[in-house]
Protein backbone atom coordinates (compact mmCIF):
# COMPACT_ATOMS: atom_id res chain seq x y z
CA UNK A 1 0.00 0.00 0.00
CA UNK A 2 0.78 3.80 -0.36
CA UNK A 3 -0.38 7.57 0.11
CA UNK A 4 0.16 9.60 -2.59
CA UNK A 5 -1.40 13.25 -2.44
CA UNK A 6 -4.96 12.22 -1.70
CA UNK A 7 -5.02 9.08 -2.99
CA UNK A 8 -4.29 5.40 -1.47
CA UNK A 9 -3.01 2.89 -4.07
CA UNK A 10 -2.01 -0.58 -4.16
CA UNK A 11 1.31 -1.74 -6.37
CA UNK A 12 0.85 -5.31 -8.22
CA UNK A 13 3.41 -7.25 -9.27
CA UNK A 14 0.73 -9.51 -12.01
CA UNK A 15 0.97 -8.19 -15.10
CA UNK A 16 -2.31 -6.32 -15.81
CA UNK A 17 -3.21 -7.69 -19.21
CA UNK A 18 -1.97 -9.95 -21.80
CA UNK A 19 -1.86 -7.74 -24.61
CA UNK A 20 1.94 -6.25 -24.29
CA UNK A 21 5.18 -8.33 -23.63
CA UNK A 22 6.82 -8.89 -20.98
CA UNK A 23 9.44 -6.35 -22.25
CA UNK A 24 6.91 -3.96 -23.04
CA UNK A 25 5.72 -3.92 -19.50
CA UNK A 26 8.89 -3.09 -18.47
CA UNK A 27 9.22 -0.48 -20.81
CA UNK A 28 5.72 0.73 -20.01
CA UNK A 29 6.65 0.94 -16.14
CA UNK A 30 9.90 3.45 -17.27
CA UNK A 31 7.43 5.68 -19.44
CA UNK A 32 4.94 5.75 -16.49
CA UNK A 33 8.12 6.40 -14.45
CA UNK A 34 8.53 10.03 -16.53
CA UNK A 35 11.84 8.34 -18.20
CA UNK A 36 13.00 9.88 -21.74
CA UNK A 37 13.57 7.08 -24.30
CA UNK A 38 17.03 7.67 -23.48
CA UNK A 39 16.95 6.94 -19.81
CA UNK A 40 14.48 3.84 -20.68
CA UNK A 41 17.31 2.38 -22.75
CA UNK A 42 19.84 2.67 -20.27
CA UNK A 43 17.59 1.41 -17.17
CA UNK A 44 16.99 -1.66 -19.30
CA UNK A 45 20.47 -1.61 -21.50
CA UNK A 46 19.47 -1.68 -24.86
CA UNK A 47 19.56 1.12 -27.58
CA UNK A 48 17.38 3.79 -28.53
CA UNK A 49 16.08 2.39 -31.51
CA UNK A 50 14.93 -0.98 -29.83
CA UNK A 51 13.52 1.37 -27.20
CA UNK A 52 11.47 3.30 -29.84
CA UNK A 53 10.45 -0.09 -31.12
CA UNK A 54 9.24 -1.26 -28.09
CA UNK A 55 7.52 1.90 -27.47
CA UNK A 56 5.92 2.41 -30.88
CA UNK A 57 4.37 -1.57 -30.73
CA UNK A 58 3.12 -0.50 -26.91
CA UNK A 59 1.13 2.34 -28.29
CA UNK A 60 0.15 0.81 -31.50
CA UNK A 61 -1.70 -2.12 -29.57
CA UNK A 62 -3.40 0.33 -27.76
CA UNK A 63 -4.80 2.51 -30.50
CA UNK A 64 -2.63 5.56 -29.04
CA UNK A 65 -1.09 7.95 -31.44
CA UNK A 66 1.23 10.06 -28.86
CA UNK A 67 2.73 8.67 -25.00
CA UNK A 68 0.43 11.62 -23.78
CA UNK A 69 -2.37 10.07 -25.21
CA UNK A 70 -1.39 6.28 -23.90
CA UNK A 71 0.10 7.69 -20.44
CA UNK A 72 -4.12 8.83 -20.12
CA UNK A 73 -5.15 5.28 -21.12
CA UNK A 74 -2.29 3.84 -18.19
CA UNK A 75 -3.92 5.96 -15.37
CA UNK A 76 -7.20 5.10 -16.45
CA UNK A 77 -6.35 1.21 -16.50
CA UNK A 78 -4.32 1.82 -13.13
CA UNK A 79 -0.82 0.30 -14.75
CA UNK A 80 0.81 2.33 -13.46
CA UNK A 81 0.85 0.65 -10.61
CA UNK A 82 1.94 -2.80 -11.94
CA UNK A 83 5.99 -3.35 -11.07
CA UNK A 84 7.45 -5.85 -13.64
CA UNK A 85 9.67 -8.45 -11.22
CA UNK A 86 12.87 -7.08 -12.81
CA UNK A 87 12.41 -3.77 -10.65
CA UNK A 88 11.47 -5.50 -7.47
CA UNK A 89 14.76 -5.70 -5.04
CA UNK A 90 14.27 -8.04 -2.36
CA UNK A 91 16.12 -7.16 0.79
CA UNK A 92 15.92 -8.69 4.06
CA UNK A 93 16.28 -5.94 7.22
CA UNK A 94 18.02 -8.30 10.25
CA UNK A 95 18.60 -6.01 13.44
Excluded at 69 to 85: C, D, R, S, T, V
Amino acid sequence: MFLFKNYVGEFTFNKPSKLLTNKEWEIVFLIMAGLSEKEIAKKVNRTIRTVKFHKSNILQKNDCTTTREFIMLAKEHKWQFYIPPIFVKIQYIIE
